[in-house]
Nanobody, 116 residues
Framework: QFVESGGGLVHSGGSLRLSCAAS????????MGWYRQAPGKRRELVAA???????YYDDSVKGRFTISRDNTKNTVALQMNSLKPEDTAVYYC????????????WGPGTQVTVFS
């Protein structure tokens, strides 16, 4: 189970830091990902991190977003800098990335709105 927080309304060029709290004893072995879904679009993976720290970023966020995790606290974060209006979406965390599919149960997500 995942609970996201940290979204909000921000001006273009601004920053936000999203957090995800995960329950379950298997967190430390999960590959964790941040996904987003914009209105009328499919949910997409934007960043992922292995339990040992290897990361993946979609080209659209590379150089602007940074994913991190704390296996002792079962949390994963997404630092988002230089935000653009096209980053506007609901953001979710879940297992996934590096060829691993997400779990079927999703959290409520957190809304990120970037205005120009």
């Amino acid at each position: 189970q995942f609970v996201e927080s940290g979204g909000g309304l921000v001006h273009s060029g601004g920053s936000l830091r999203l957090s995800c709290a995960a329950s379950g004893s298997d967190f430390s072995i999960y590959i964790m990902g941040w996904y987003r879904q914009a209105p009328g679009k499919r949910r997409e993976l934007v960043a992922a991190i292995r339990y040992i720290g290897n990361t993946y970023y979609d080209d659209s966020v590379k150089g602007r977003f940074t994913i991190s995790r704390d296996n002792t606290k079962n949390t994963v974060a997404l630092q988002m800098n230089s935000l653009k209006p096209e980053d506007t979406a609901v953001y979710y965390c879940n297992r996934g990335g590096f060829g691993v599919l997400p779990l079927p149960s999703w959290g409520p997500g957190t809304q990120v709105t970037v205005f120009s």
